[in-house]
């Protein structure tokens, strides 16, 4: 049956569609765009007033399956991520076991599959057991489904280990994905190292630790010729790394999650763990930085590192909490009220972000709906207001950084290669789960 | 005619967020209560029917006793949760600790935690009062109000006054809170020791920084020597004992570059021959016994005012109660 969206505004940056237009769709692909599409017996989201968009892509999801399930599971996390918006997610490695084989690969592919909700890129380990020593089996696990490779949590600390990993790519022509932190200079930190930390008395975390590491990666990936994505950079000085790598010809993409597009370590006065991520919430001018990068290429995508641990985790003291904070059922509130209704980035901008430029990152055909890409869209109500209020979240964290905060901007609906999973703000009744 | 300041809070979490005027009610407070600790008789049933829980998640022998001593001259029903008799190691978090504590009703928690930041989460949770007897690196409030009542009992003053805090700055909720307390009263402070252990950051903070501590001596009314933990030389903060010493510790031959009557204090315990040499540390311008006993009657006050401050709550006051007012 075809599924038209009508009437509302379409975000396309693959096209350079940023105009009212209806959308086609049939059989899990987009047949046709354009105005005034004729209802024909199709099935119809009336989209007036909203934003329709490609499904938005979240390289950076810890759903802690297997073996976190109190953290996490595929069903909670998918729910989340698709009142978020995101059609397609990838999920980090560090899970018990570690995906660092093909069985846990297609472990997660095929239980992904029972739920049905999103396109889930698992990403596998760089090194077996994120030991940071022995290479994965790169090659194998890339044909049984790895969409990437990543040690994010445990920080590739010997180059010699990066640098190779970093040869692989030229094999999968698929990204290593850095959590750049030297662990020496991070140490026992729990903040940013800067005048809140000194003034609360927390242990720094200092901008080096991560800068030092891009540096590094970035050298390795000049050299190597391999494929290096920077995953959640949170550095003014990171930033110019990059932009810098970049113009030299470097293939290098980089990310930036909502929090540190929005938050300063300001928000540690309150000692309260749901503001403890890695890596830490840095100064206002890191803030800035970040959004002229995301305005100005440097940083390719937005991307969540939703986090989620339970309750009684992040609850204890802030240096034994965990790092690491939800972010999936509120990024695009966050951002489009930060920056795009507050002027600061245009909205086909934050849009790119969130599909086109993380598909062009893993190299998939996805996150545009040109005619016979897969109808992965997003439709969203720009002005709606909503409070955020961590208890109705689908995902199992409720450690918000944004709790109660006032947001405008909310997915409405969502299609997943042709079926509609999500309608007016609720899941759909009948669909597999 | 200016209202004299009333005491408002339901709890005493660091010097950071009180005014000036705050400050001195507490040590006008400690002055009033001084004097109970010279009686024979040395109580007062200021808080009779209260209950003080005294719960020190990390080992203290000083402040502990001090805390123990000033609820029982105050008259307070006392009771202790140590480390090794509590649930914090049954997987229980911090919170749910609390919440048990204070479903017990208790009047008055105080606290002493390895974590920065502990007794806020506590405080904000529970709606007894929680005095912060130490926490993590952050701030050490009553250790910080003995500070400024020493110094003002032996100078008469703190405005005007150059105090040089040497050590471990970065690492010391002393530090902390002697640096607002005596910043918001009017002292300059120099926070001094090798660029390791204090960062420039400090310099945001409203702080002198200098790593040369013969420098500062010569200028100095005051000089506070923090404890170097031993572990710092382990974590690689310092070289050696002996080189941190040398530059950092205060000797007889140091002190001699000061003024006269320049005073030294130490928060304790002293590694002698760290920090301070014997001599120094024993001589006629150490202060740290008198910062002792003065540190009972500023924990009467601060339990004092807490409990009153809470009880009063929204309605907001406890004045300042004078000695012939407590008077057994």
Redesign the interface.
Known sequence: MKLLIKGGHLVDPSQGIDEPTDLLMEGGRVIALGKNLKTNGAHVIEAKGKVVAPGFIDLHVHLRTPGQEHKENLTTGSQAAIQGGFTTVCSMANTDPVVDTGTVVEFLKAANAKVGLVNLLPFAAVTVGLQGETLTEMGELKERGAAGFSDDGAPIMNAGVMRRALEYTKITQLPVVAHCEDTHLSANGVAH???A????????IPSESETVMIARDLLLAEATGGRLHVAHVSTERGVELIRAAKARGVLVTAEATPHHLTLTDEAMG???ARFKMNPPLRAERDVKALREGLRDGTIDAVATDHAPHSR?EK??????APFGVVGLETALGVLMTELVHQKHLKLSTLIAAMTLRPALVLGIDRGKLTVGSPADVTVFDPLREWTVDPSAFRSKGAHSPFAGWRLRSKVTDVVVSGRVVYRDEQFMNGEKR | MKTPTRWTRKDLLGLEDLSRDELNLLLDQAKAFQEISLRPIKKVPALRGKTVVLSFLEPSTRTRASFELAAKRLSADLLQIQPASSSLVKGETILDTARNIEAMKVDVLVLRHRDSGVPAMVARAIASSVVNAGDGSHEHPTQGLVDLFTIREEKGRIEGLKVVIVGDILHSRVARSDLWGLTKLGAQVTLCGPPTLVPSTFESLGAKISYTLDAEISQADVVIALRLQMERQKERYIPSLREFTRHYGIDRQRLQRGKPDLIVMHPGPVNRGVELSPEVADGPQSVILKQVTNGIAVRMAALYLVSAGRASHGAGSAAPIVPSEVAG
């Open positions: 190292e800067g005048q930390a000194a003034r609360l008395g927390l242990a720094g309150t000692y309260d009684a609850e204890a003291e802030l240096s034994q």
